[in-house]
């Protein structure tokens, strides 16, 4: 999923549902990211527009570098831009 920064890095929901998406191609990542944030399948699939789940998909992506770094290369954007994503959805 390539993102072009004038068109969605602004946008804080928009940036999350990429990492999301990047997160979840990889199913060992995916199952780390239910693991490590507590969600269940069902919990991320109700909170997929919340601001808090999009927000700890964030979170996750930023407590591990290698993965912060590969995201932003697949969605075209810089490993700041998911960092202050995050911030901005608390």
Do not use: H, I, Q
Not at 7 to 31: F, H, I, Q, Y
Not at 45 to 73: K, Q, T
């Amino acid at each position: 999923m390539m993102m072009t920064k004038s068109t969605n890095a602004d946008d804080p929901e928009m940036v999350a549902l990429g990492a999301l998406t990047w997160v979840l191609s990889d199913e060992a990542r995916a199952g780390r990211l239910l693991a490590v944030t507590g969600l269940t399948p069902e919990g991320l699939r109700a909170g997929v527009g919340r601001r808090d789940v999009l927000g700890a998909v964030l979170a996750f992506l930023e407590s591990y570098e290698p993965d912060l770094l590969a995201c932003a290369a697949s969605m075209n954007v810089r490993p700041e831009d998911l960092v202050d994503a995050g911030r901005a959805l608390g």
